[in-house]
């Protein structure tokens, strides 16, 4: 598989290196910090909003 090119010509596993980096770097502290506010009470008015619209989105879905 590292020997495989996706249209970019960059490696397969040079790709998957960048993405696996950026997803330790940057992605996962903000969900760590993102799940702190959550839990305390810190939320934004946007992101609680958000939260809601994506609850209520999915009790209709199971239903």
């Known amino acids: ?5 996706i ?7 040079d790709q998957m290196a960048k993405a696996r980096e950026i997803l330790n770097t940057q992605v996962l502290p ?4 993102f799940q702190e506010r ?3 009470g ?3 008015k946007e992101h609680f ?3 809601q619209v994506n609850a ?3 009790n209709h879905r199971r239903m």
């Open 7 to 13: 249209i970019t010509g960059i490696k397969v596993i």
């Open 30 to 33: 903000k969900e760590t910090l």
């Open 42 to 44: 810190l939320l934004s």
């Open 38 to 40: 959550k839990q305390k």
């Open 56 to 58: 209520r989105f999915d």
């Open 1 to 5: 598989m590292s020997k495989q090119k």
């Open 49 to 51: 909003n958000a939260l």
